[in-house]
């Protein structure tokens, strides 16, 4: 699970996926794992002030802070904190915290571990308590105070993960992203969650980058360490990254880009007009599942499983290249909208289910991927299929022999009627191939069809119909007419016999092949297959113009140039800071 929902973070920053998620049976539930010091907190949204809570208490949870948060981590006195680093600054690790990472409610009585472990969960229980009795409530002030402590929490949660090198992804998931779009001042809460959530999760050094940069309360200013901005290296780092997942996720990337934007005009203004200077906090928003984004994952996976990986023009270049295996799992996790998308989490638990490898020198392979691919839930494969027909498939797939009509329909769990409705639609791409056997026909499976240019292959596998095969393979629009051809022959399809009868098949290069797709369901939901084997490399990497916004962006909050070394005095105080 860990790996799964963390593939969807590419870099640090804000990640966006396209993902048709299940809702979670109970949304309040959110979810921590932590390996190899990375920490992966996934929560469900409910709005705002919920979710806000739902992290905070995944972080500081009593999971977290006795296996992650502990004192073996970060030391009874917290000397263990920024790689020892008390140990070569002129200061004390409780200043450290207090005034540079800027740790709420840790005053000098909360510089023993235990002392500070017990006033967090105290803190921690009662905002909790106070979510469910505030998120639908009237009261402004006790709302506003709410999400203030909320944020604090989880800035300071972020702060100590980051002291002690664990790196931290939030997965937020939205299975309704249609209600945010629906809804303006539903997307607006969203939106104004990123805004104000995102960049208080900054570090420069031991400081906090928020209260550097976008603080403006004069108390807490006094609150600080000193300071120096290094020339070189002018820029904060995250605390934590963010993948916010849902089925048309990625459509919001200009709006959460605009939103946090909008934090610009926040910077504090001694900072803006130049008399004060501070890092530049750069926060990347991009979308996580483009073809460069699986091309990734499939090589991390399958190097972290002991593969060799082909690429093209390489001294050791393969049939089974990295292009064509990305190919192959746009095509069957893409839709037709999205023909250039794959989900990344699908494109992790795929991976994870290929067998590590025992040889030297063996190189990952189509059949390696065929593999991981068809072991998903058959709802994940060719996504805009009814569910009999992929369940359907999926049987022939797993199958290590061809199956007749009786075997496929007990094994595939579907009825008769279920078999004749999409034997012949799924027979007419050859992503199932007909085998005579005693006298029977029976059927196989195959994920990329022979007729595949990157297949290599010039015959099908097995027996086609001479009158509907496919024959000739140079061109999508090859495909498209025999398909097409095979379709009205052997189903009652008066639109698509009208296209056929009207000389749109054979289709011409001067056919418009998407609008022609696009026009009939039957067709388009078989779009993105047939689009991922054709399309260019330039095309994978930008998709359809039309429906394809840069993949990544840059928020840059704050002045680059640095003109002078800046020193900022702090009040010594004992009040705990927030």
Same mark, same amino acid.
């Given at each position: 699970?860990?790996?799964?929902?963390?593939?969807?973070?590419?870099?640090?920053?804000?990640?966006?996926?396209?993902?048709?998620?299940? /809702?979670?049976?109970?949304?309040?539930?959110?979810?921590?794992?932590?390996?190899?010091?990375?920490?992966?907190?996934?929560?469900?949204?409910?709005?705002?002030?919920?979710?806000?809570?739902?992290?905070?208490?995944?972080? %500081?949870?009593?999971?977290?802070?006795? /296996?992650?948060?502990?004192?073996?981590?970060?030391?009874?006195?917290?000397?263990?904190?920024?790689?020892?680093?008390?140990?070569?600054?002129?200061?004390?690790?409780?200043?450290? %915290?207090?005034?540079?990472?800027?740790?709420?409610?840790?005053?000098?009585?909360?510089?023993?571990?235990?002392?500070?472990?017990?006033?967090?969960?105290?803190?921690?229980?009662?905002?909790?308590?106070?979510?469910?009795?505030?998120?639908?409530?009237?009261?402004?002030?006790?709302?506003?105070?709410?999400?203030?402590?909320?944020?604090?929490?989880?800035?300071?949660?972020?702060?100590?993960?980051?002291?002690?090198?664990?790196?931290?992804?939030?997965?937020?998931?939205?299975?309704?992203?249609?209600?945010?779009?629906?809804?303006?001042?539903?997307?607006?809460?969203?939106?104004?969650?990123?805004?104000?959530?995102?960049?208080?999760?900054?570090?420069?050094?031991?400081?906090?980058?928020?209260?550097?940069?976008?603080?403006?309360?004069?108390?807490?200013?006094?609150?600080?360490?000193?300071?120096?901005?290094?020339?070189?290296?002018?820029?904060?780092? %995250?605390?934590?990254?963010?993948?916010?997942?849902?089925?048309?996720?990625?459509?919001?990337?200009?709006?959460?880009?605009?939103?946090?934007?909008?934090?610009?005009?926040?910077?504090?203004?001694?900072?803006?007009?130049?008399?004060?200077?501070?890092?530049?906090?750069?926060?990347?928003?991009?979308?996580?599942?483009?073809?460069?984004?699986?091309?990734?994952?499939?090589?991390?996976?399958?190097?972290?499983?002991?593969?060799?990986?082909?690429?093209?023009?390489?001294?050791?270049?393969?049939?089974?290249?990295?292009?064509?295996?990305?190919?192959?799992?746009?095509?069957?996790?893409?839709?037709?909208?999205?023909?250039?998308?794959?989900?990344?989490?699908?494109?992790?638990?795929?991976?994870?289910?290929?067998?590590?490898?025992?040889?030297?020198?063996?190189?990952?392979?189509?059949?390696?991927?065929?593999?991981?691919?068809?072991?998903?839930?058959?709802?994940?494969?060719?996504?805009?299929?009814?569910?009999?027909?992929?369940?359907?498939? /999926?049987?022939?797939?797993?199958?290590?022999?061809?199956?007749?009509?009786?075997?496929?329909?007990? /094994?595939?769990?579907?009825?008769?009627?279920?078999?004749?409705?999409?034997?012949?639609?799924?027979?007419?791409?050859?992503?199932?191939?007909?085998?005579?056997?005693?006298?029977?026909?029976?059927?196989?499976?195959?994920?990329?069809?022979?007729?595949?240019?990157?297949?290599?292959?010039?015959?099908?596998?097995?027996?086609?119909?001479?009158?509907?095969?496919?024959?000739?393979?140079?061109?999508?629009?090859?495909?498209?007419?025999?398909?097409?051809?095979?379709?009205?022959?052997?189903?009652?399809?008066?639109?698509?016999?009208?296209?056929?009868?009207?000389?749109?098949?054979?289709?011409?290069?001067?056919?418009?092949?998407?609008?022609?797709?696009?026009?009939?369901?039957?067709?388009?939901?078989?779009?993105?297959?047939?689009?991922?084997?054709?399309?260019?490399?330039?095309?994978?990497?930008?998709?359809?113009?039309?429906?394809?916004?840069?993949?990544?962006?840059?928020?840059?909050?704050?002045?680059?140039?640095?003109?002078?070394?800046?020193?900022?005095?702090?009040?010594?105080?004992?009040?705990?800071?927030?």
């Amino acid at each position: 699970m860990h790996q799964r929902y963390r593939a969807g973070r590419r870099n640090p920053g804000v990640n966006l996926a396209d993902d048709h998620l299940s /809702k979670f049976d109970d949304g309040r539930i959110s979810y921590l794992s932590c390996f190899d010091d990375d920490l992966l907190v996934i929560s469900q949204w409910g709005g705002p002030l919920p979710t806000l809570g739902r992290i905070a208490g995944a972080l %500081l949870s009593n999971k977290a802070l006795s /296996k992650i948060l502990s004192p073996s981590a970060l030391g009874n006195e917290f000397e263990e904190i920024d790689d020892a680093v008390v140990d070569k600054l002129d200061e004390k690790a409780g200043d450290i %915290l207090r005034w540079g990472h800027q740790i709420g409610w840790f005053s000098e009585d909360e510089e023993q571990y235990d002392d500070w472990k017990d006033r967090i969960s105290t803190v921690r229980s009662l905002c909790l308590e106070k979510v469910g009795e505030l998120t639908n409530s009237d009261d402004v002030e006790a709302r506003t105070e709410l999400f203030r402590d909320l944020q604090g929490l989880i800035a300071s949660a972020t702060q100590l993960y980051y002291a002690i090198d664990v790196d931290v992804t939030i997965n937020v998931r939205i299975p309704d992203t249609g209600m945010l779009v629906r809804d303006d001042k539903r997307l607006n809460d969203f939106l104004d969650f990123a805004r104000y959530t995102v960049p208080k999760q900054s570090v420069y050094g031991i400081h906090s980058g928020y209260r550097m940069l976008l603080e403006d309360r004069e108390q807490k200013l006094k609150m600080r360490l000193p300071y120096d901005v290094d020339e070189a290296d002018p820029t904060m780092h %995250l605390t934590a990254s963010w993948v916010f997942s849902g089925p048309t996720m990625t459509d919001l990337k200009a709006d959460i880009e605009e939103a946090i934007e909008r934090e610009a005009s926040e910077i504090r203004e001694a900072i803006a007009d130049g008399t004060e200077t501070a890092p530049v906090m750069e926060i990347p928003v991009q979308i996580s599942n483009t073809y460069t984004a699986t091309r990734e994952l499939i090589e991390e996976f399958a190097t972290s499983k002991g593969y060799e990986v082909s690429y093209r023009g390489d001294i050791h270049e393969r049939d089974d290249d990295l292009e064509r295996l990305t190919r192959l799992f746009l095509r069957v996790l893409g839709t037709a909208d999205r023909p250039h998308r794959a989900c990344p989490s699908d494109v992790a638990e795929a991976m994870l289910h290929i067998a590590r490898s025992t040889r030297s020198f063996d190189f990952i392979s189509i059949k390696d991927i065929s593999y991981g691919l068809y072991q998903l839930p058959a709802d994940r494969l060719l996504p805009e299929l009814p569910p009999t027909a992929t369940k359907l498939l /999926k049987t022939l797939l797993n199958s290590p022999d061809p199956l007749g009509r009786s075997a496929i329909i007990e /094994k595939a769990g579907i009825s008769g009627s279920s078999y004749d409705r999409y034997i012949n639609e799924l027979a007419a791409w050859d992503i199932i191939e007909s085998t005579e056997s005693g006298g029977r026909r029976r059927w196989e499976g195959h994920l990329e069809p022979w007729w595949s240019p990157q297949s290599h292959l010039e015959e099908p596998f097995g027996d086609p119909d001479p009158d509907t095969a496919i024959i000739d393979a140079t061109f999508a629009r090859d495909i498209g007419s025999r398909v097409l051809c095979h379709y009205i022959t052997h189903y009652d399809l008066p639109e698509l016999e009208e296209v056929y009868m009207s000389g749109l098949c054979p289709i011409s290069p001067d056919d418009d092949i998407q609008a022609l797709f696009t026009h009939h369901d039957r067709l388009s939901r078989w779009w993105a297959f047939l689009w991922g084997a054709y399309a260019d490399e330039s095309e994978l990497k930008t998709g359809p113009s039309e429906v394809s916004p840069s993949s990544t962006g840059m928020i840059r909050l704050g002045r680059l140039e640095v003109d002078t070394p800046q020193s900022n005095l702090r009040e010594v105080s004992l009040m705990p800071s927030d």
